[in-house]
């Protein structure tokens, strides 16, 4: 037990480290800003937003009385947590799964609520009216229609729809058919769909991990401060869904039904694409698979191919029979975004600076801030010893090896400036998996151990300290 407590101490002492390095980083990146001209992206001076770069938010403290009952909630779930991790036979995997999914909407509620009262859940939805995807429903008249001519009616549409596919407009769309028009449905709304994440992460997990450790895995998701921040305020919540199960899917798939999983892969990506053009992503993965196979699991590699060859063709099919039925081109559509978002990053001036060393760090400091602290230090240590030659070649480590090689071309090509923290939720899942690899054994006397405690603990810590200082827009 005493080694357990070095480790805790060691990701104390890293995590501390690690929180310095990104506040010198912030207050150097903002110096530059502020003195040279230095913009990235939306970020840049003049914007209230750089006060806090490289993370698109900005300072605002709001201490209110549901500050309370998040601790509460967060305390009640750490507690809820650590029981059944340490004993992974109390409960079978769909209860547990049915119950991390409702913590997750509870604790998506809860945190929303820490800076005022219920209104705090559709608030962003109801500041945001005109320039997010809420604002283009009433363009709706039906969805096939909306879907032939969306790109004529981008110019009349939300500023953020200029940037993304109809899919986003077209969920609230039902949302208000189905449920109720309007902002504290739509809120509801993204919280229950986002929930859908919970068994996608648990079942990656548990494809390559002990099952206490994909509960741990699981278990943590929820607790991670992006996903916290996100779930109950913004669409990136809702297009974590099919993207993360179009990876579990493939990535099963290498093992079992290749035709039936790449398949459903397929069709999840389909959706994927139809919500967001991040599910780029899902090809550069593919591809990552496709190689880290071929060089170290060859046995898989006919059923990867397999699953692959299923996944284009039914994704192609749909893509094509919708444009049959409605006439919506996805490839328009993006070369109409792409053309919005120059003009919208370089606030106007397609010369203005964005240099790419600045937003290849910048993005990655963002995205790891937005998974949690301790979680950021779990999994550099963790991909330090998967990229080191000698290590046994296992299926946790070949999955570690996709994400890193496929993070590695996503942050080398200029394709994101900034606001990753909630743009790449989907990637997420991979890093909490990679992370708790670091962790020491589970034990089942009901002790998880210290450094899973401290963890989960600067996890809580972190996802309150932001929700009360810091304002996400979304």
């Given amino acids: 037990m005493e080694d357990r407590w070095l480790a805790a101490r060691r990701l104390g002492w890293q995590s501390a480290a690690l929180v310095a390095v990104l506040a010198v980083y912030h207050v150097a990146l903002a110096w530059l800003m502020r003195n040279t001209g230095l913009r990235l992206g939306s970020v840049g001076p003049g914007t209230k937003v750089y006060r806090v770069v490289p993370l698109y938010m900005y300072f605002a403290p709001h201490v209110k009385t549901g500050l309370l009952p998040a601790i509460g909630a967060l305390a009640a779930y750490g507690i809820w947590l650590r029981a059944w991790v340490s004993n992974p036979k109390r409960l079978a995997a769909r209860g547990f799964v049915a119950a991390a999914m409702a913590w997750h909407c509870g604790l998506a509620v809860a945190v929303a609520m820490i800076d005022g009262g219920p209104d705090r859940l559709w608030r962003p939805y109801v500041l945001l009216h005109d320039s997010d995807y809420l604002g283009a429903v009433d363009q709706v008249r039906s969805v096939r229609q909306f879907l032939q001519d969306y790109v004529v009616l981008l110019p009349r549409l939300p500023l953020h729809c200029h940037t993304h596919p109809p899919g986003g407009v077209i969920f609230l ?12 449905a739509a809120a509801l709304a993204t919280i229950a769909a986002s929930s859908l994440s919970v068994p996608a992460v648990y079942w990656l997990a548990g494809a390559v991990l002990e099952q206490g450790r994909a509960r741990l895995a699981a278990g943590l998701f929820l607790v991670v401060p992006s996903v916290m921040l996100y779930t109950a305020t913004s669409m990136d919540a809702v297009f974590l869904v099919p993207l993360i199960w179009s990876v579990v899917l493939l990535w099963q798939a290498r093992s079992h039904r290749p035709w039936l999983l790449g398949a459903l892969a397929g069709l999840s990506a389909s959706l994927a694409a139809l919500a967001t053009f991040s599910a780029a992503f899902l090809v550069v993965w593919a591809a990552a698979m496709l190689a880290v196979t071929a060089i170290a699991d060859r046995a898989r590699l006919g059923a990867a191919l397999r699953a692959l060859a299923a996944a284009a063709a039914v994704s192609v099919t749909l893509l094509a029979a919708l444009g049959c039925w409605c006439g919506y081109d996805l490839f328009e559509n993006l ?7 120059r003009a919208m990053m370089s606030g106007g001036d397609p010369a203005a600076s964005r240099p790419h060393l600045h937003l290849i760090a910048a993005n990655l400091a963002a995205f790891f801030a937005g998974a949690g602290i301790p979680l950021a230090v779990l999994f550099a240590r963790q991909a330090w010893r998967d990229l080191r030659p000698g290590e046994e070649p296992f299926a946790a480590r070949r999955l570690n090896l996709t994400f890193l090689l496929a993070l590695a071309v996503t942050v080398a090509l200029p394709l994101y400036t900034l606001e990753v923290e909630r743009i790449w939720l989907f990637m997420v899942p991979l890093v909490v998996i990679g992370a708790v690899r670091q962790f020491g054994p589970l034990t089942g006397d009901g ?20 929700e009360t200082l810091l304002e996400t827009t979304w």
């Fill in 447 to 466: 002790r998880a151990g210290p450094e899973i405690g401290l963890s989960y603990g600067l996890l809580a810590f972190q996802v309150v300290l932001m």
């Fill in 335 to 341: 070369r109409a975004a792409v053309g919005y978002d």
């Fill in 173 to 184: 769309w039902w949302v208000g058919r189905l449920i109720h028009p309007g902002a504290p």
